[in-house]
């Protein structure tokens, strides 16, 4: 009977022992009927918080956040459909999990379904940690949302601005103004249409003596 995958990748490891040790990435095979890791190298203790072999028989949605954990199962569904029709091709997908410590983190997954001689299918995958780069990525994004609010105050100062500048044809009589197309808007409705003010209504001190003498002062 010809090796497993499981086995083919844990004699690599064993051939080439200071490289697993010391990799960035970790390596897995997961049983694609169960979801459950059957083996990971030790450096996704760098990445997870986890050893290897607390991983072991665990579901790969354990440690997913239910936003990730709702991706993933779409990506699998839609994975395994493909792998009936003959396709083997492999997928990238960026998830987020929870670490040991408790705090998330980012990681991109690389995964191929594969099926043993005889076996059960597997998924073989890389993880590799993402997540200074998906914070830069929150970052610059919210960089980019307040220029473009920014942006929308600098516009609208602008207009409101050449409003108010313009001449504006007023009623001598009624003190409506006159508008581009002809329309005549009463004062306070004008401002409060072509730009982003509005009014508070007092009295100035000259009109509480003519309106109002008996208020004292």
């Known amino acids: 009977m010809p090796p497993s995958i499981k086995d083919k990748v844990k004699a690599l490891e064993k051939t080439n022992r200071l490289i697993t040790d010391n990799l960035v990435d970790a390596v897995w095979v997961i049983d694609a009927e169960t979801l459950k890791y059957e ?5 996704i203790q760098k990445i997870s918080g986890y050893s290897s072999e607390a991983l072991i028989d665990t579901v790969v949605f354990d440690r997913l956040t239910p936003e990730s954990s709702e991706y993933m199962k779409a990506v699998l569904f839609e ?7 003959g396709q083997q ?42 997540t200074t780069r998906k914070r830069a ?12 609010a920014a942006l929308a ?34 004062l306070e409705e004008y401002v409060r249409v072509h730009t982003d003010s509005d009014f508070t209504h007092t009295i100035c001190p000259d009109c509480k003596d003519i309106y109002y003498p008996d208020i004292k002062k």
């Not at 083996?39 to 450096?43: F, G, L």
């Not at 994975?79 to 029709?85: A, D, I, S, V, Y």
């Not at 990525?137 to 473009?148: A, F, G």
């Open 39 to 43: 083996y990971i190298t030790p450096s």
């Open 79 to 85: 994975g395994l459909k493909e792998h009936e029709t």
């Open 89 to 130: 091709d492999s997928r990238s997908i960026e998830l987020e999990l929870v670490r040991k410590s408790g705090d998330t983190y980012w990681v991109e997954v690389r995964a191929k379904l594969a099926k043993e001689y005889g076996g059960r299918p597997k998924i073989i995958g890389i993880t590799r940690d993402i």
């Open 137 to 148: 990525e929150v970052q610059l994004e919210r960089l980019n949302q307040e220029l473009l």
């Open 153 to 186: 105050d600098k516009d609208q100062l602008l207009k409101e601005i050449k409003v108010l500048h313009k001449l504006l044809p007023i009623c001598s009589g009624c003190r409506r103004i006159r508008d581009d197309e002809g329309k005549w808007w009463p």
